[in-house]
């Protein structure tokens, strides 16, 4: 027991010695890192600063490395301990913290830093400690600081559509900034161009539909409000018109002119036309229809209007289009006329022509009539164009009528050709007799109520005779 006892005292004594020694070495090192680190850093000083970064430099005191704190103006300090090591990150907020968010920024042999992360215009204040380590020992009296803003910009953007048809489209766009750096310029970013400026500029935008542009203020510092993105929306226009004129195009002919056009495909849009020609005929159709009766030239147009979700957005577009018609084979048949029942009527067209068309049917230069009705005439010219004319035909009415003792029953008419025409005008079929002026009987028979054709009948007076009734003269005119 007496032994135990002994070994642990001589054991715990051996303990003792060798902790005091390696306290004495401490404090040894360490009184003799306090007195090497005797001059701080100085003369800090900002050397560039953007919206969200500040640059500093300065120079160096007497410890073998330097450490730098940034912390927001509002924040109390913070001092790295003795024996600590901090991993420094030049993005504000990353790197260790010394206290009371006195994030480490740097930490090394060098004199410049960039510390970016920043809030824009916002005081921050930079510290920098000298230090020596193995063991880490900072120097935390009269330590040199400097407190600096980051820049700031106020700015706006905003564009003013002073004509938003496609065609002839003009925008203004605006920008205001105040900024505590000196601003070089604008960069406008459109879809088709970079445009370089020292304030607003007004331009046409390429497309129809919504331009999407970007702005940028130069230089580039970081700023929140540097950059703008903004949408002008331009309503869609007919960028052509091809028009297409009949072949051939002539006069006093209805003429339909077609048109092909090329319209800005954009969604919700649409558009109508409306033709104006130059004798003052306006139409809204697809296609117009226009016929002139000379071959002068003639101008007219076409005006194509914009329409949004089918409403006029105030936009049209117009294009001009000219024409000139060849002649048509103009003509008359004349007045209607008439044919006697049995006859063949000969028609004749009035003019020469390469075809010709009696009531749709190719026929020759003249056409025989032999019934009534009506009788159509189309000729189409050695140009290509035609021409149409029509004539009403009917049965020819008598030459002559004689005078008849009851009109309302019996009377004669000559239809020429040796025909002549009895019409029983009653309800009852009549006996009837006609004999020449000497009483050579040359027909006789019963006369049906309505119209009966008598042929062979010779030019000259013939007596007429209803066998119950008196005669009456009958005149058969050459």
Known sequence: MVLYLKISIFDYMHRFLKCFI???????????SLWGLTKPAYEIKVTAKTCNSISIKWKRGDGQLCLVTCS???QPIGIPN?????SPNSYYGLGNDVGNENYVVFSGIDSTITVRNLQEDSLYTFRVFEFDYNPFVYLTQSIPSHTDSTSHLVAQQSN???????????????VTANADFAISGYQWIFQDSIIQSMGNITRRLPAAGNNVL?????PDMGCKMQQFRDTVYITPGAENAVFTAPTPACTHTPNFFEVNITFGKVSQTSFTRKWVFDDGKEMTTSVGIQENKDTLPHSSKLIVY???????SGCSDTFGFNYKLLPAPVFSLGSDTCVSKGNVLPVKSPIVAS?????????NATQFVLDSGKLILQVIADNGCSYADSIKVQYCKPNGISSVLNPQMLFALDLGNQCMGLYNNGKNTVPMAIYTTNGKMLWTGQLPTGETILSNIPTGVFIAKPISSAAFKVVMNP
């Open 22 to 32: 390696w306290i004495l070495l401490v404090l040894f090192s360490a009184q003799n």
């Open 72 to 74: 927001k103006v509002w």
């Open 82 to 86: 003795n024996g600590g090591s901090f």
């Open 160 to 174: 003013t559509v002073l004509n938003a048809c496609k065609n002839r489209n003009k925008v203004l766009f605006n």
């Open 214 to 218: 970007t702005m940028r203020i130069l």
């Open 306 to 312: 914009s329409l949004k979700n089918n409403v006029f």
């Open 355 to 363: 075809s010709y068309l009696w009531n749709g049917k190719l026929g």
